[in-house]
């Protein structure tokens, strides 16, 4: 199968740049996955075509301040930010990274990605913020061109040794809160803003670890969730931490030589219990987002066709002949040209089906991607 059967022409003018005045405010095509039929509804629509007993289905992930603008040691240290030319040119030295994954065997390992990246050599020294509030090491290479960087304890805190590492998780994520920048997608082109902390995570964001938000949760309101709820219908929430996963480009001819990052996730024994019990007794189980997707569709591997609680590492790659073993419907927002997340939702509705339904969302003027509109799949 050729990557560049999924390939599609936008127009730039669709790609949302920022948010809604409404969180829920959304346009939301409605895709019947067999027929292939599909309607022009809103996303205020989405509670009412719910029926009592389904189980839809969160992924409850939170975007933390992941993009760092910095420099190389030896530069000249001077304020760093995406408005500076010298942050946007790299010139003098100047670096972004963006932290895609902490690493378990030390809880300042982080995977990265690093802007310019064939300059950044493994034992170079990188320094962050205004007054250099960040140190870091590179200390490897990886095989997606990502970088293992070592970020130093804080200045005045005790050595490692003698610290918790939750405790100096916490501190190094206080940082980021105070130096680093939201993780805009690239094809947003404009800095990010004080509204985007607020806007680009979901209203039940919970577990800090995403360098992406989960884009189809973005439309949620408590009001909506409510009218969720008041029919019948029933909630659980997942965690899967976007990273490299989900939005790492692919960079090969064929859709199968493609390979996925893995990404940590966590399924509470409450969530495992409700999505299990509705896949018994034969009930719709709803996922929001190609995240939500993936970890259920991992789990249910994993597990030996039932979803067993506990964590682990979602490298799992959806395409088309791919047989889905928990999820009825999904809810998502409208995905890049030739992105494994395009290829996740053909497989889940035919491609043929889901080329028509963009066709027309293009044709309607839908808004695209992170920002932009939604679609439900049934």
Not at 61 to 67: C, E, G, I, L, Y
Not at 96 to 106: G, K, P, Y
Not at 144 to 151: S, T, Y
Request: aromatic share 8%.
């Amino acid at each position: 199968m050729l990557v560049s059967d999924f390939n599609f022409h936008l127009p730039e003018e669709l790609i949302a740049q920022g948010p809604l005045a409404a969180r829920d405010g959304s346009r939301m095509l409605h895709l019947q996955r067999t027929s292939g039929q599909y309607t022009d509804r809103l996303f205020r629509d989405f509670p009412d075509l719910l029926r009592p007993g389904n189980l839809v289905v969160f992924n409850n992930t939170r975007v933390f301040p992941a993009r760092l603008y910095g420099r190389r040691e030896g530069a000249r240290s001077q304020p760093v930010s995406p408005r500076n030319p010298a942050a946007r040119d790299f010139l003098r030295g100047r670096i972004e990274i963006l932290l895609t994954r902490q690493l378990s065997a030390h809880p300042n390992d982080w995977e990265c990605l690093v802007r310019p990246g064939r300059k950044i050599g493994v034992g170079e020294r990188l320094f962050f913020g205004e007054h250099d509030e960040l140190q870091a090491e590179v200390l490897a290479r990886g095989e997606f061109g990502e970088r293992r960087i070592r970020f130093q304890p804080l200045a005045g805190k005790h050595d490692e040794d003698d610290r918790d590492k939750d405790d100096s998780a916490d501190d190094f994520f206080a940082v980021l809160g105070r130096i680093g920048h939201v993780p805009l997608p690239p094809y947003i082109a404009r800095p990010d803003s004080p509204r985007d902390l607020d806007r680009y995570q979901t209203v039940y964001a919970q577990q800090n670890g995403s360098v992406a938000a989960p884009t189809a949760g973005l439309h949620f309101t408590p009001e909506i969730l409510d009218r969720i709820r008041r029919r019948g219908v029933e909630t659980a929430e997942i965690t899967l931490h976007v990273g490299l996963g989900t939005f790492q480009p692919v960079r090969v001819g064929r859709v199968e030589d493609h390979k996925i990052h893995a990404e940590p996730y966590s399924i509470s024994i409450s969530a495992a219990s409700a999505i299990n019990q509705a896949l018994c007794t034969s009930r719709r189980v709803i996922a929001i987002g190609t995240t939500t997707v993936r970890t259920l569709e991992h789990a249910i591997r994993q597990g030996g066709g039932s979803i067993a609680e506990g964590s682990g590492a979602a490298d799992l790659f959806i395409y088309p002949g791919f047989e889905f073993k928990a999820v009825n419907a999904m809810l998502t927002n409208f995905h890049l040209p030739q992105s494994s997340l395009l290829m996740l939702v053909s497989a889940f509705a035919g491609r043929e089906n889901v080329l028509h339904a963009y066709e027309n969302a293009i044709r309607e003027r839908y808004r695209f991607y992170s920002y932009g509109d939604c679609m439900f799949i049934e």
